[in-house]
């Protein structure tokens, strides 16, 4: 009997920098986010900040009054619309809901009637103790379309791949999940991999030759291979392994893709498109306080279509919403408020729908454009009253009050106020420790409305009965087909919830957009390396197949080609052009060199850059700086490391704040002035943005004065500032410092690999030790301390100046004379309203216990290891 394992892996691009060829391992359902600093600590010397404060206040954010209650407004019933629906023929509104329908009969045809269904029978070969685990899980049986699909000849046995598709919430990953052990249980040497994306993994395996030891590559959310930032990588990693045509099963897997068929041909694989829901969605839009089905969104285009057909040229969306209403029946009306926050229909609405959920028993899901509408629209809905929560609910909630007032930067302010009131927002701005916490207490249903920008769109099951979107953009632009099948798909999963709808609701400006958004069909997925998009040439896509000798002769390369996404979409003689091209300029920059049989060898330059995950283009420009570093590095400070620290790709980071940036400077040592010297970075210049106000073009100029200001928040972390001081100094939010971080953390890994495979050894060891304070946050002394969980950064130097220098002596200590310690080195001084402090010491008490169970492994493991290296 095959043994069976306790796990299969689950690795990001991001472990893999991290941890070398170290995999993290990851539970359940996709959890790419990186444990990341957990300590902090208030710096006196940052301007703003209060120690004796309890909440972490933003100072430009006015203080929260929740005694200014406000009552949502009533949703009317739908008795006009069930009679128009009854005495008419209008087949856009359904006689009969979808619910009562699958009431009336199961959604899912019984295991008793279809034995195939079951994951016991013998044809799926799983043990006996899974089908058990997957039972405990509410999985006693599968859906028709996952038993068709699973066993399509071929795919159980891994000998065919699979490219697959079925709405949100359709079931996709157990399908995966049931691939992916089948191939280690039937060997427990192979490998499985679930992508997101992790290209690296595979150069590794190519460059060391153990891609036999590969079994299955998952790529889930595969349209995502469309993504300009990582969609290439996606699909480099899939034409490297149907180039080494090996015995790996390839299985992708997606909600969104229009062009199965498209993408199952590329990877040579078996295609199956489903369209079962195993949950009744009821999906709506709703504008001016009426609530449509999102079916009638087609007899608004039409309008809106036949006004421009007409030439009408006064015609304008108000005269199309006006053609609109004279047609259609809403099938609810919310009642106009008498508060004044409500007055905005789209407020009015959100807060009435998440109410009305919240008043069930159930949980809401709001989207919300950007972070800080998700703050202040969490506030808003938190003033509308749920009666009768039970005693019980309001003590999990101050559990969660606890744990959030816990971690080492304290509470968020809005939080602070929104959580008793079973609301709470998400967003990449607060950490990922606070993000766990709320996503967490929603799932078990202790929170009920959750306010989130599109963070939570994909991947994620969470119960929300319904999912409410506030307009039709995210951030600054419309939303597509693809996101809003997403953010839809979040509503009634199987397992959370029996029964789901969503909203989509309109601002007066956006009703033409968001019907047509409504209508719009699913755009065709499309390969990166086209040329309009980050096209062949700037991407490792040659660069790292001639360097790990997959092709190395011209015929090769082509053979390499012709096994991409590209290939199947572009002329191939135009393709055969660009690939000439991009080989001319990696000899040209010297990543190249052609040898006597004509085949194409890789330069060290063209190892280093493989190696640490770069593209050509950013290799070239790390390659430069780091000579340069070779023969003018400033050691007598720290800012030039973290200056070369700083990742080159830097969409989405924090802005240059000019006035910042200025005083910063104007801080600085000689030493410091010396390295914005040798770096580029021109003072007049900054004195100049900073009084003009204007901000610097896209150029690499600009690329230096910006990594420049993400290193000054780089060394304030290593010098043991925490993070939401950090936060405050910068005017920016504690998620963005603590992405910040670990982004770094993955591009120093990634630089010291870089100067290893060139043989600088000196830099190297620099950039190690550099790159070791990153992680801990602080300096040189308190690097063994901070190896412990929970102790960083301030925790640690509060550790070590109450006398706790070493491992040995946190391994020995009683946790309750660790617990004032602790609390010490908190933020927060326990002051929130008095009566949780029992609550808020305990979950500290917790740590305490984590804090010298973990040191007491580390010691041990040490002790293992220097008792083997003296044998
Ligand atoms: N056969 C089944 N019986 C009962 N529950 C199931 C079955 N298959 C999947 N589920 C449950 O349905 C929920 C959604 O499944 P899953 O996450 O696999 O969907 P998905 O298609 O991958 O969704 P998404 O596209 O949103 O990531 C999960 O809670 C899962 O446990």
């Not at 016991?120 to 103790?129: M, V």
């Not at 009920?448 to 769109?457: G, M, Q």
């Not at 500032?721 to 770094?744: D, E, M, N, W």
């Not at 706790?804 to 009683?814: G, I, M, N, P, T």
Request: one cysteine or more.
């Amino acid at each position: 009997m095959a043994q069976e394992p306790q796990h299969y892996r689950v690795l990001t691009s991001l472990d893999l920098i991290k941890q070398g060829n170290n995999p993290a391992i990851y539970n359940s359902k996709r959890q790419s986010e990186v444990k990341a600093d957990l300590s902090s600590h208030p710096h006196s010397l940052i301007p703003g900040y209060d120690e004796r404060l309890s909440i972490r206040a933003d100072p430009k954010r006015p203080r929260l009054d929740l005694d200014d209650s406000i009552e949502a407004s009533e949703i009317c019933d739908a008795t006009k619309y069930t009679e128009y629906a009854i005495n008419t023929s209008d087949t856009r509104y359904p006689r009969i809901s979808e619910y009562s329908q699958r009431r009336a009969a199961s959604s899912t045809p019984s295991a008793s009637l279809n034995p195939l269904l079951r994951l016991s029978h013998p044809s799926y070969g799983l043990p006996e103790s899974l089908v058990k685990n997957l039972t405990r899980l509410g999985i006693d049986s599968i859906y028709p379309w996952q038993s068709s699909c699973l066993l399509g000849r071929g795919v159980l046995n891994g000998k065919t791949n699979l490219v697959y598709s079925a709405p949100t919430g359709g079931g996709k990953s157990l399908v995966a999940d049931v691939l992916m052990l089948r191939r280690v249980i039937e060997d427990p040497q192979k490998k499985a991999i679930l992508v997101l994306p992790a290209n690296w993994l595979v150069n590794d395996a190519i460059e060391n030759c153990t891609t036999d030891s590969l079994g299955v590559v998952v790529m889930d959310e595969l349209h995502m291979i469309d993504d300009y930032y990582r969609g290439y990588l996606i699909e480099l990693m899939a034409t490297k392994l149907l180039t080494l045509g090996g015995t790996v099963q390839l299985i992708g897997m997606s909600a969104t893709l229009s062009n199965t068929e498209q993408l199952a041909r590329w990877l040579n694989a078996k295609h199956y498109v489903s369209n079962y829901k195993p949950i009744p969605i009821e999906e709506f839009w709703t504008f001016d306080n009426s609530i449509y089905p999102a079916s009638t969104a087609r007899e608004f285009v039409e309008i809106a279509d036949q006004s421009k057909a007409d030439h009408a040229a006064v015609s304008s969306a108000d005269d199309v919403t006006k053609k609109f209403k004279s047609r259609m029946t809403p099938v609810r009306w919310i009642s106009e408020s008498r508060f004044k926050e409500l007055q905005n229909p789209v407020a009015n609405v959100v807060v009435g729908l998440a109410i009305e959920t919240a008043k069930a028993g159930f949980g809401a899901l709001i989207f919300c454009s950007n972070r800080k509408g998700c703050e202040t629209l969490a506030r808003l809905v938190s003033r509308a009253k749920v009666e009768d929560i039970s005693d019980q609910v309001l003590e999990q909630r101050k559990e969660v009050l606890a744990e959030l007032r816990s971690l080492p930067i304290g509470i968020d302010e809005t939080l602070a106020r929104t959580v008793m009131r079973g609301v709470a927002f998400h967003h990449a701005g607060i950490t990922v420790e606070e993000r766990e916490i709320v996503a967490e207490a929603y799932n078990k249903g202790i929170l009920k409305v959750l306010v989130a920008t599109c963070s939570l769109a994909a991947g994620i099951n969470l119960p929300a009965r319904r999912v409410i979107i506030q307009g039709a953009k995210m951030g600054k632009l419309t939303i597509g087909p693809a996101m809003l099948r997403q953010m839809r798909g979040r509503a009634g999963r199987k397992g959370k919830d029996e029964i789901g709808e969503t909203y989509l609701c309109c601002h007066e400006g956006d009703v033409v957009e968001a019907a047509q958004l409504i209508q719009a069909e699913l755009p065709v997925v499309a390969s990166c390396l086209e040329p309009e998009k980050r096209g062949i040439k700037r991407q490792a896509a040659l660069l790292e197949v001639i360097t790990v000798r997959l092709a190395t002769h011209p015929i090769a390369i082509q053979e390499y080609v012709r096994r991409t996404l590209l290939f199947h979409i572009m002329e191939a003689q135009n393709l055969d052009l660009m690939v000439e091209e991009a080989i001319h300029q990696l000899i040209a920059d010297g990543f190249i060199e052609v040898d006597n049989s004509g085949s194409y060898q890789a330069t060290q330059l063209s190892r280093a850059v493989v190696s640490s995950y770069m593209t050509p283009e950013d290799g070239l420009l790390v390659h430069g700086e780091l000579r340069r570093a070779l023969q003018a590095f400033v050691m007598d400070g720290e800012l030039h490391v973290f200056y070369l620290f700083t990742p080159i790709q830097l969409n989405g980071m924090t802005e240059i704040d000019w006035q910042i940036f200025r005083r910063e400077m104007e801080n600085l040592d000689d030493s410091g002035m010396r390295v914005l010297r040798l770096i580029g970075v021109n003072p007049g210049l900054v004195n100049k943005m900073a009084n003009s106000g204007k901000s610097l073009p896209e150029t690499d100029e600009r690329l230096i004065y910006h990594r420049c200001y993400l290193a000054f928040q780089l060394r304030d972390l290593c010098d043991e500032t925490p993070i939401h001081a950090v936060a405050q100094r910068y005017k920016v939010t504690t998620g963005s410092v603590q992405t910040l971080s670990q982004c770094c953390e993955g591009f120093a890994a990634g630089m010291i690999q870089f100067c290893d495979r060139m043989g600088w050894g000196m830099l190297k060891s620099v950039l190690e030790h550099m790159g070791d304070r990153l992680k801990a946050g602080a300096r040189a002394d308190l690097l063994e301390l901070a190896r412990i969980p929970f102790v960083k950064s301030r925790t640690a130097r509060v550790l070590w100046d109450n006398g706790f220098r070493s491992l040995l002596a946190v391994a020995e200590a009683d946790p309750k004379d660790l617990l004032p310690i602790l609390l010490l080195a908190q933020p927060t001084k326990a002051r929130m309203d008095g009566q949780d402090e029992g609550k808020y010491r305990q979950k500290m008490m917790l740590k305490a216990e984590i804090i010298v169970g973990a040191a007491n492994r580390l010691w041990g493991i040490q002790q293992q290891v220097e008792i083997e290296v003296d044998i």
